[in-house]
């Protein structure tokens, strides 16, 4: 049984059975006057949404509030407040460094909640906190997250040369910017080294793809089912080698995907342990590693379209 520690407090137990319970989640909008809860997770208690607005308001109108184990957000829009995300269960107090992550982390969604409409759009709600906390883990470990957004552009070119329709290219992308999400769990000694990992590091390392399946499964819809797979399944190799030893159409084509544009995007990036790859030996790995780490198929495809994934990275290199 595997705990997973996330933010350096929060913890969740993977079997569901331990000591200590799962990480809950809740969501609830106002509408007409009151708060309705459309989004919960891990059989929350149901929370008083007012006495957080209360608290949020005796406290100078603090967006973000954190107790012992309970995080709230409120998000407002001109006319009064309009969302509330409730986090319950977390192990210990959050460090203030990760307080003002989690305040960086807000804003963004609250960028991203001001441009939906109510709870109609709970899904893309979804998908921004996620995000937001798949960047928060990218920025840890590289300074930047910048590789997410490569990678889901990158994935959408890869996806449209596979013919595959619009609904399911934004699907993918946006599904792709939450491979690493498990990283969360990793310890900042093993995320954040400058060198090589140990192979005991590196095994650490790994467990990041089960703990990126565990966070993204728990919840319904596509957009979360895509997520799950591709954290799950991202590192595996087309002829079985990968982290989990899945084999050829074993993989789900959605891991297939990100596992070519994560893999290109990372030699065209320079790392603590090895310098940027020029772009002509990047694609020479890819090609080469047809049949072998990629599905030779998808491959084709990549050779197709690699001018424009090149261009991408080159914009963001730029900027």
Known sequence: MKELILFDGVIENQSGTGMQPALAISIAFYDNGDFVEVYTENNI?????????????????????????????????????????????????????????????????????????????????????????????????????????????????????????????????????????????????????NGRLTEDEFAVMQDHVIYGYNIMSKSPGVFMAAAAVIAHQHHEKYDGTGYIELKGDQIHLYARIVAIVDVFEALLSKRPYKEAWTAERACSYITSNAGAHFDPQLVRAFERCKDRLIAIKNRYTKS
């Not at 910048?146 to 290219?169: A, G, P, Q, T, Y």
């Open 45 to 193: 208690e149901k929370c008083s949404y007012n006495r957080i607005l209360a608290r949020a308001k005796s406290a100078g109108g603090k967006p973000v509030l954190f107790g012992e184990h309970t995080l709230d957000m409120i998000f407002y829009t001109e006319s009064g407040p309009n969302c509330i995300l409730h986090v319950d269960r977390i192990k210990n107090r959050l460090s203030s460094n990760l307080q003002n992550t989690l305040r960086s982390t807000y804003r963004g969604i609250a960028l991203a909640l001001n441009s939906l409409e109510l709870k109609e759009n709970i899904v893309e709600l979804q998908e921004s906190v996620f995000i937001n906390l798949a960047e928060i883990a990218e920025s840890k470990q590289n300074g930047t997250g910048d590789h997410l957004k490569i990678v889901s552009e990158m994935v959408n070119i890869l996806c449209s040369e596979l013919n595959m329709s619009e609904h399911e290219r934004h699907l993918v992308s946006m599904a792709s910017m939450v491979h690493d999400i498990g990283k969360l769990a990793i310890p900042d000694t093993i995320l954040c080294k």
